[in-house]
């Protein structure tokens, strides 16, 4: 694969991370049915009470802080495990702009800052997976919404979760290793 090449790939693969981390910090990754047939949707940046047409009945989101003060509540006991999953947004957003960044070094600076841009894709990377572990333990145990509820994990919102690291470490292992210099 030629150099211009791997480059503009690299440069695609990180502008899908940065894109899908920054969706998937928002988006829907689980729900759950409540007894009166409504559903409660959970989203790293807060959680959703719909009804079962889809419209909204309340909702809550700790970034920023706003809505309905009961769904935004720990389950008793478990505020350890609600509290990693508040930290899954900033885990998320944070592998979103690792990833631009990196994408604008590239792009800017070309190939010459190679182990820069290695190093950034390998933070969003980690930042985004760290995101992922944060939903996964801390939900839906950590919630008060969804004690006693049948939660399942599934929507848009971990599909690019999934993708956004796997992006990320595709560019940048796209990127060459800076050569030795002589001397």
Not at 32 to 59: E, K, Q, V
Not at 77 to 99: C, D
Not at 138 to 159: E, Q, W
Not at 162 to 172: N, S, T
């Amino acid at each position: 694969m030629s150099p211009a090449v791997r480059r503009l790939s690299a440069i695609a693969l990180l502008l899908t991370a940065a894109l899908c981390a920054h969706q998937a910090s928002t988006r829907g990754w689980g729900s759950a049915i409540g007894p009166d047939s409504t559903r409660y949707r959970l989203a790293p940046n807060g959680i959703a009470h719909l009804a079962a047409d889809g419209s909204g009945l309340a909702s809550c989101r700790w970034f920023p802080l706003h809505g309905a003060d009961p769904l935004c509540q720990a389950a008793s006991g478990a505020e350890p495990r609600f509290r990693r999953l508040t930290y899954a947004y900033p885990a998320l957003q944070s592998g979103a702009w690792l990833s631009f960044l990196a994408m604008l070094v590239l792009a800017l600076a070309g190939p010459q800052a190679s182990r820069l841009i290695r190093t950034l894709a390998a933070l969003a990377t980690g930042a985004s997976m760290l995101g992922i572990l944060l939903v996964l333990s801390g939900a839906p145990a950590g919630a008060a919404a969804f004690v006693g509820l049948s939660f399942g994990f599934g929507g848009k919102g971990l599909i690019l979760a999934i993708i956004a690291p796997i992006a990320a470490l595709a560019a940048g292992l796209l990127i060459p290793a800076t050569a030795a210099r002589a001397g």
